[in-house]
T-cell receptor, first 114, second 114 residues
Framework: GESVGLHLPTLSVQEGDNSIINCAYS??????FIWYKQESGKGPQFIID?????DKRQGQRVTVLLNKTVKHLSLQIAATQPGDSAVYFC?????????????FGGGTRLMVKP | DSGVTQTPKHLITATGQRVTLRCSPR?????VYWYQQSLDQGLQFLIQ???????AKGNILERFSAQQFPDLHSELNLSSLELGDSALYFC?????????????FGPGTRLTVL
């Protein structure tokens, strides 16, 4: 079933191409950033994270880039596959004595054409 | 499978009613978070509990309340339900309270208010 908003920006890519999903975050005090993948009918699933003392982190087929100067985060997926089709959310987190505050971006729908 | 469980999976009720959503965190996780995901507002943080105590509040209505029990499971109570409360409700858990770390999401409860 439908699990996310209807009016999401959509990125459509051909299978095998690289995908780049962008996100602007809002809080300059945020010190931890996460990319989540959400497939229809499921909860968000962790993909990759990065702390504010880094500007790049690589995983398996995924890379996250952080530009703190302009408060911008991007997710790069190499050799995109049909199974990558989902909604991708960036999230920024900061912690204080009250706890961890996680704020999600609006999401981008990735559609992979076979 | 994230290790976070939520029940029920689906819930259909009428306006004005009250419902209780249940969440069991991953083994060893002390923090529990509740989120609401609606079609027009994306993922919204509601509230966080750590080891039985409320730690952070987000956009949670006064008609909503939550608690975390000694066994660390949590319940989200929604009362005087309105049509606009129809949404997916996710629970997430993490190990700690103040350190920034990954939150693991459950599969969600889909609430439909008729």
């Amino acid at each position: 079933g439908e699990s996310v908003g209807l009016h999401l920006p959509t990125l459509s890519v051909q299978e095998g191409d690289n995908s780049i999903i962008n996100c602007a975050y809002s809080n300059s005090a945020s010190d931890y950033f996460i990319w989540y993948k959400q497939e229809s009918g499921k909860g968000p699933q962790f993909i990759i994270d990065i702390r504010s003392n880094m500007d790049k982190r690589q995983g398996q087929r995924v890379t996250v880039l952080l530009n703190k100067t302009v408060k911008h985060l991007s997710l790069q997926i190499a050799a995109t596959q049909p199974g990558d089709s989902a909604v991708y959310f960036c999230a920024e987190e900061y912690s204080n004595n009250a706890g961890n505050m996680l704020t999600f971006g609006g999401g981008t729908r990735l559609m992979v054409k076979p | 499978d994230s290790g976070v469980t939520q029940t029920p999976k689906h819930l259909i009720t009428a306006t004005g009613q009250r419902v209780t959503l249940r969440c069991s965190p991953r083994s060893g996780d002390l923090s529990v978070y509740w989120y609401q995901q609606s079609l027009d507002q994306g993922l919204q943080f509601l509230i966080q509990y750590y080891n039985g105590e409320e730690r952070a509040k987000g956009n949670i209505l006064e008609r909503f309340s939550a608690q975390q029990f000694p066994d660390l499971h949590s319940e989200l109570n929604l009362s005087s339900l309105e049509l606009g409360d129809s949404a997916l409700y996710f629970c997430a858990s993490s190990v700690d309270r103040t350190s920034v770390d990954e939150q693991f999401f459950g599969p969600g409860t889909r609430l439909t208010v008729l």
